[in-house]
């Protein structure tokens, strides 16, 4: 196992940053237009109507119309019933159905139906991705994950992650994940892909990745599309492809417990569909998509069942419209 | 008084500014959500300041600093520099650190505490030079901005007052912004005297018998309010005592041992604030002589009054550029900034940015698109400060 420490220990000296080590923005407007790159900001919404305007307003003020760093900002939505769309719009984001876009293809409700459909509508050769429900939004929510991209080109793929405020003491800061990452996906990287522990919140729904990673990755449609990529792109290009960058903190509304178990489910399944993928795993049985969870009044005891079925989406380089639209 | 001719406001010149300051709606907005985020309790503005001293820095101002009261400064060089220009906002808002300071955008609003008191106005303050870029006005004058610390309760505009008694720069003329109300125009402060009285039990309270014991401290608290009511309703309307706040107690049943009153006199004669005082004083004092209760009193803040008077050039300057944008104005004497300045005899303004709800409630709102009425009200009133033809 030393030698994955070993790994470990340098890949978190090396490709784990501080937003703070790109506090120089001019320096970094510099460097991406030297770089020739272009950079699409893509947030993913259904029913955000109360936090969608402050993000779209920070990153349009601090990341185009200060510092030029991001080329377009757009708001790819599964169908909200509120006013997310209008707020964005009105503030000057790009707005798309995820129904309207590729529609020969169909629509699958589900966040990594929006993210797959991003790379196909976008036109940036990054594209950073921002979830929605960020209370505490800051430019650097965008810039530090696009940074690493941007100085080093080796770098393909750049996770966020946060102080939690739990127990500080003395020097040491918490260092830990949400609790589905704590209690499933980091066990299960333990077991399986070790290296990839080093990720601190490898569910976190802020990164950024190069164009020509994405075209390759297939998407699950739902819960299991972050850990999907890590496991994919890690077969691929191994750990010195990722980085993370620590924004220290984010404000965000908090998910029940049951909720929780939904998206654990979703995420197990993705799991060990690569295990299959990957011959890690022999004999598995065929797996189903229903999700059992009980509930109790008084005495009588209910269950609750949920179809829970993680639809992939192939890569998007075997598309042929996306080919012809990017001149791939 | 000035002897310039005051002609009507060319009505196409300013709505042309407004239109033309929409271009800086994200930035402007952008810093009211980074504004309204951060906690600044009076005393306790570092974070706020420091953020107006980054929008300072980027806007290439000259001579940023923080002074020992914890203001903020930046200097926008004028062509000649012959006359300094002050635009000031205060930065403290009335909530706590550990308040939530979220802020919320919605279509047409933002929401959130102390938005309208004042992080909208410092907002405008760290947007004022993109906005004098934006529409390529160069003044002739020294623009100085300055976001003003402890203006709030016990701070008693410790951070203006310090200012103006150390600034080594003569301030020829300024303005006050206040994130709410668009249409107020604030010339005159009123002459203000604020006080905390404390009525506290000193002997063991009775177990049981609170309720009917005329001596406690919340039959005291009533007594003492109902009086000073009663002073009030003898004053003139252009008196007023106002209570803020009482405070006693922590539960159902437990007789309060000590309770606090917040008041203010306000009025624009000064010696009835200073009458009404020494009324006070020994009404509190005669409280005291009862048996188990000890009460005293602290004045905490006095403001003397002043008038730049409602035909002075700017004052109409302001106005007409209201007409000109269909806003019709209000004249609303101020206990704020305002009154530092013009006891200095600085002829001043203050100016509200836009309209909004809630002041003060968790729930405060401000109007976004009347915003750019506000800015284009104070540009105007800006460049006719520039011309300097007006004195007190």
Redesign the interface.
């Known amino acids: 196992m030393s030698g994955i420490d070993d790994r470990i220990a340098r890949w978190l000296e090396t490709n784990t940053f501080h937003h703070s080590e790109f506090w120089d923005m001019q320096e970094l407007v510099r460097a991406k237009k030297e770089a020739g790159l272009t950079i699409s900001l893509c947030i993913p919404t259904l029913n955000e ?3 969608i ?2 993000e779209i ?2 990153f ?3 990341l ?3 510092y030029p760093l991001i080329d377009e900002i757009a708001v790819i939505d599964s169908g909200s019933t509120d ?1 997310t769309l ?2 964005a719009a ?3 984001a790009d707005t798309y159905l995820s129904s309207e876009i590729l529609p020969k293809h169909g629509f699958r409700p589900g966040k990594g139906e929006n993210l797959w459909k991003a790379i196909y509508q976008l036109r940036g050769d990054i594209i950073c991705y921002v979830d929605a429900d960020i ?4 430019a650097k929510f965008a810039s530090a994950l696009v940074a690493p991209l941007i100085y080093r080109p080796e770098i393909q793929y750049v996770k966020a992650f946060y102080d939690r405020p739990l127990a500080l003491s003395d020097d040491m800061r918490p260092s830990g994940g949400g609790r589905v990452t704590e209690i499933l996906v980091r066990p299960l990287f333990s077991l399986f892909f070790p290296e990839l522990t080093a990720l601190i919140q490898p569910l976190s729904g802020e990164y950024a990745v190069r164009r020509e990673v994405l075209e390759k990755l297939p998407f699950p449609i739902g819960y299991g599309v972050e850990t999907s990529h890590l496991i994919d792109l890690y077969q691929l290009s191994g750990l010195d492809a990722f980085a993370q960058t620590d924004l220290d903190s984010r ?1 965000h509304r908090n998910q029940s417990t049951a909720d929780l178990g939904k998206m654990s489910f979703g995420i197990l399944q993705s799991f060990l569909d690569r295990l299959k993928t990957y011959g890690m795993a022999k004999d598995l049985p065929e797996l189903h998509g229903l999700f059992r969870q009980f509930q109790a009044e008084g005495r009588r005891y209910e269950q609750v069942t949920r179809e829970i079925f993680e639809e992939e989406r192939p890569p998007m380089i075997t598309l042929p419209e996306y080919r012809e639209r990017h001149g791939r | 008084m000035g002897k310039r001719t005051i002609t009507a406001k060319p009505r196409e010149a300013v709505l042309a500014h407004r239109d033309k300051l929409k271009n800086l709606r ?2 402007l ?3 009211v ?2 504004a309204g ?1 951060i906690p600044a309790p009076t005393g306790f503005e570092r974070r706020i300041t420091r953020f107006l001293s980054d929008r300072f820095t ?1 806007c290439g101002l000259d001579n940023i600093s923080l002074d020992q009261a914890g203001n903020v400064a930046g200097v926008l060089s004028g062509k000649t520099g012959g006359r300094n220009l002050l635009v000031a906002a205060h930065v403290d808002k009335i909530w706590a650190e550990t308040a939530d300071h ?6 047409g609003r933002m929401s959130g505490r102390g938005l309208a008191d004042n992080s909208l106005g410092a907002a405008v303050l760290a947007t004022l030079p993109l906005i004098l870029a934006e529409l390529e006005i160069e003044l002739d004058s020294n623009l100085i901005l300055l976001g003003t610390t402890r203006s709030f309760g016990r701070g008693n505009l410790r951070g203006m007052r310090f200012f103006l008694e150390n600034s080594e720069s003569e301030i020829h003329s300024a303005l006050c912004l206040e994130g709410i109300d668009l249409g107020r125009l604030s010339f005159s402060s009123l002459g203000m005297a604020r006080g905390e009285i404390t009525v506290e039990q000193s002997s063991p309270l009775d177990e049981g018998s609170e309720g009917g014991n005329p001596s406690g401290v919340v039959a005291v608290l009533s007594e003492l309010v109902s009086a000073m009511l009663q002073i009030n309703q003898r004053e003139s309307p252009a008196t007023r005592i106002l209570i803020g706040s009482i405070e006693a107690g922590s539960g159902y049943s437990v007789p309060p041992r000590s309770g606090l009153v917040r008041f203010e006199i306000r009025s624009l004669d000064a010696g009835r604030v200073a009458r009404i005082e020494r009324e006070i004083v020994a009404l509190v004092e005669s409280f005291s002589g009862r048996a188990g209760i000890s009460s005293r009193i602290e004045m905490i803040a006095h403001r003397q009054p002043g008038d730049l008077g409602s035909k002075h050039p700017l004052v109409r300057e302001a106005r007409e550029t209201l007409e000109a944008l269909g806003i019709e104005s209000r004249v609303e004497p101020s206990v704020s900034e305002l009154a530092s300045l013009l006891e200095k005899r600085i002829p001043s303004l203050t100016l509200g940015v836009t309209r909004g709800e809630n002041r003060h409630s968790p729930q405060e709102s401000i109007y976004l698109d009347p915003i750019f009425d506000g800015l284009a009200q104070l540009v105007s009133v800006l460049q006719f400060m520039d011309t300097g033809d007006f004195s007190f």
């Open positions: 109507e109360t936090t305007g402050k307003i920070v349009k003020s601090e185009m119309d200060r006013r209008e707020i009105s503030y000057g209370k505490n939004i800051h404000v | 994200e930035i907005f952008a810093n959500v980074m985020e980027e979220t802020v919320s955008v919605g279509v």
